[in-house]
């Protein structure tokens, strides 16, 4: 037989299997076939990649050369990783000092945008807009404003005199934070305040004209109606908005490159340096183990919050 | 005969009847309410719009050292001079964005149209078990496995290639993309598609003729999506990409800025923010709604 004519005869058996399959199995084939590609693509590249960091933590990795199987050096290596611990903690000072900004101040957008009054869907749409904006470039756009020289910052505060002198905004360790901090609330309050907004407005109107007649102010309704109604929403705001920070890498690699003397460098930075920048993949591997046992206790304490309405 | 038109039209502010009271109470706190959002969005804006202004100094006067608040002449300059840094220039690495965004946008539209579908209405063996492992990519960020990502990608000679961040990309837009569309598909009423069925229409030309236009503002949305988290997305750009030639827009603005073509002009790098920020200001600005719906439903209910 031919190859064309053998290819044709297993293309006429196929046909005919299929024609023979009732209309539930053939549905059941078909459904199959849909999900396939996205199956095929998340074994790919998520599964079998979670799978290998696994894999990888207990080996010496390097780029080039051989790898071996080092058990759990990388682990115990880690513990006594001076700079690691101090990723750990910087990360951790990072995402408590920058919840709270995004938190409130989205909080206080949401309320100003609360109700359908005249342009306000303007006000809603230049308050998002920073949030298209990719954290890489808006990080570049804000190392050029805080710049000693070029930027428009000192710019203003000398102008205003507030300063005598133009500052270094990113020379130390404490003012370093803060700008990185106000550039990341610029660029991602927009999302906190349109999760919250959504949360204000699935609350009736009544229960805050009930209120109203009963002589309650603004504060006693915040608190007796507004918080407790938005448990969840304020809840998923806060997770997300933490589980970003944890992850934090653009603004420091961008921003402060890791500096000054080291002090802003990240757990996802700290991974990048060793795995890419010296080439230690095992151990970055072991590193990125520990990281994603902190986002999946996160992401856990998500989905219980947010379980528990239904 | 005085007293009586006394108590009844009082003089002053506190003559006022209580209504009305409310009323410029109200007035007022509205004028406070706008004043207030006038400042922020002035701020807000601030940014974007001094970068704007930035790009269009004359290149001498964008390095100006104290810098000035405006332009004194308007020029393109700045842009002409970033289409010369490199190799290829900004429009190479414009290019190289547009090309993996655009590859990303059509493999997650094609991949999650299917998979929602199949999920949404077909029973097969293992269904929610392989529902809940694509949701499951939710849960781990790709910062986690960038490492074993570029190893593979290394092995199949897909680093510096676009399709290769591409193919990343898509991946991790799929929990969303099928969350997304199996919603919207469940949303689609099952009697338009048992008539179609019954009139011996096949599932795959069904999707496309009829499905695709009932579930377009799902496909609308996974776009955007796919669109600017790939045009953004800098982390795994920098790692899988060690060419330069090869790299997308963010990270060859860090080449500019980082003076590796002469000295850091600083102009160029606000000429590149503005052409990195403009399509995605766009789209978002032009479906603004969809955006905001998807950010909504994906991120309170998944």
């Not at chain 2, 005085?2 to 004028?31: C, D, F, H, M, N």
């Amino acid at each position: 037989m031919s190859a064309a004519a053998r290819e044709k005869d297993i293309a006429l058996r196929m046909t005919l299997r299929l024609e023979s399959l009732s209309w539930e199995q053939r549905r059941k084939l078909t459904g199959l076939l849909f999900v396939l590609p996205t199956v095929l693509f998340v074994t790919v590249f998520f599964i079998i990649p979670l799978a290998m960091t696994v894999f990888m933590s207990f080996h010496d990795w390097p780029l080039i050369g051989e790898q071996s199987w080092i058990g759990t050096t990388n682990y115990t290596e880690l513990a006594k990783d001076r700079q690691y611990l101090k990723s750990l903690d910087f990360t951790f000072r990072y995402t408590i000092l920058v919840t709270p900004p995004i938190f409130i101040l989205g909080f206080i957008l949401a309320s100003l945008v609360r109700h359908n009054i005249r342009f306000i869907g303007i006000f809603r749409t230049i308050f998002f807009l920073p949030v298209v904006i990719g954290l890489g470039v808006s990080s570049l756009l804000w190392i050029w404003m805080l710049d000693q020289r070029v930027g428009i910052f000192n710019k203003i505060l000398l102008d205003l005199h507030l300063i005598a002198k133009p500052q270094l905004f990113l020379a130390k360790p404490t003012t370093a934070m803060n700008v990185i901090i106000l550039s990341v609330v610029w660029k991602t309050v927009g999302f906190t305040m349109i999760l919250l907004l959504a949360g204000l407005q699935s609350i009736p109107d009544e229960l805050y004209e009930s209120a109203d007649v009963d002589g309650a102010g603004y504060f006693r309704k915040l608190l007796y109606i507004t918080l407790p109604l938005m448990r969840r929403t304020i809840a998923l705001a806060l997770i997300l908005s933490v589980i970003g920070s944890v992850l934090a890498f653009d603004q420091f690699y961008i921003i402060t490159r890791g500096g000054p003397r080291n002090s802003t460098i990240s757990i996802v930075y700290w991974i990048f340096n060793n795995s890419f920048t010296y080439w230690k993949m095992g151990y970055g591997a072991a590193m990125s183990i520990v990281l994603l046992g902190i986002l999946v206790a996160l992401t856990s304490v998500q989905y219980y919050v947010l379980r528990e309405r239904y | 005969m005085t007293a009586a038109p006394l108590r009844e039209r009082p003089a002053g502010i506190s003559g006022l009847t209580q209504q009305q009271k409310r009323r410029i109470r109200r007035q007022a706190l509205l004028a406070i309410k706008y004043f207030l959002l006038t400042v922020l969005a002035i701020l807000f804006l601030f940014p974007i719009a001094w970068s704007l202004l930035n790009s269009l100094k004359v290149p001498s006067e964008a390095l100006a050292i104290p810098p000035t608040y405006l332009p004194t002449r308007i020029v393109f300059d700045s842009y002409t001079k970033l289409t010369s840094f490199g190799n290829y220039g900004v429009v190479g690495h414009v290019g190289n964005s547009a090309i993996v965004a655009l590859m990303t946008v059509f493999g997650s539209l094609v991949l999650s149209t299917l998979g929602g579908y199949g999920f949404a209405r077909f029973n097969f063996p293992g269904k929610n078990a392989l529902f809940i492992m694509v949701l499951s990519t939710l849960m781990i960020p790709f910062q986690s496995i960038l490492i074993p990502l570029f190893v593979m990608l290394v092995r199949f000679e897909l680093n510096d290639t676009l399709v290769g961040l591409a193919l990343v990309y898509i991946t991790f837009q799929l929990p969303f993309g099928i969350f997304l569309m199996r919603n919207s598909f469940l949303a689609v009423p099952r009697e338009i598609e048992e008539a179609a069925l019954l009139d011996g229409c096949s599932s795959l030309s069904l999707l496309y003729r009829m499905m695709l236009r009932l579930v377009l503002p799902g496909i609308v949305t996974v776009a955007i999506y796919a669109f600017i988290n790939s045009w953004n997305e800098f982390l795994a750009a920098l790692i899988f990409m060690s060419d330069q030639d090869k790299f997308t827009l963010p990270v060859f603005l860090t080449l500019v800025r980082s003076g590796i073509y002469g000295t850091v002009d600083w102009g160029a790098l606000q000429a590149g923010i503005i052409v990195a920020i403009f399509p995605c200001l766009v789209v978002f600005l032009l479906l603004q709604r969809y955006y905001i719906n998807g950010l909504i439903g994906g991120a309170v209910n998944n």
